[in-house]
Nanobody
């Protein structure tokens, strides 16, 4: 079974940056599609970004497009979410998730494996 663990969350001022990491371990024979999701207080969980198995296809929520960048290092079994120009509205618990290998990715599909989440707080 695949395990995914997020790290890198914390407190940052508006306009600041954070880089989240998601390390996969266990069943790493397959190169999974990876996604980042977030859930803010009182809101539904939403997709933030995803990346295909080979890294050639990415998608972003409109709210983060141009500010966030997803990338992966398959040699390290790790996916990253670089978050720049952070806004208070970005405050949420961020989850990393994995699903079946594919050359494309979507945030509107079932993800099989989920991390525990890492808190991102954007506040002055």
């Amino acid at each position: 079974q695949l395990q995914v663990v997020e790290s890198g969350g914390g407190l940052v001022q508006p306009g600041g940056s954070l880089r989240l990491s998601c390390a996969a371990s266990g069943s790493t024979l397959d190169v999974y599609v990876m996604g980042w999701f977030r859930q803010a207080p009182g809101k539904e969980r939403e997709g933030v970004s995803c990346i295909s198995s080979d890294g050639g296809s990415t998608n972003y929520a409109d709210s983060v497009k141009g500010r966030f960048t997803i990338a992966r290092d398959n040699g390290k079994n790790t996916v990253y979410l670089q978050m720049n120009s952070l806004k208070p509205e970005d405050t949420a618990v961020y989850f990393c998730a994995a699903r079946n290998p594919d050359f494309y990715c979507s945030m509107n599909v079932r993800y099989n494996y989920w991390g525990q989440g890492t808190q991102v707080t954007v506040s002055s």
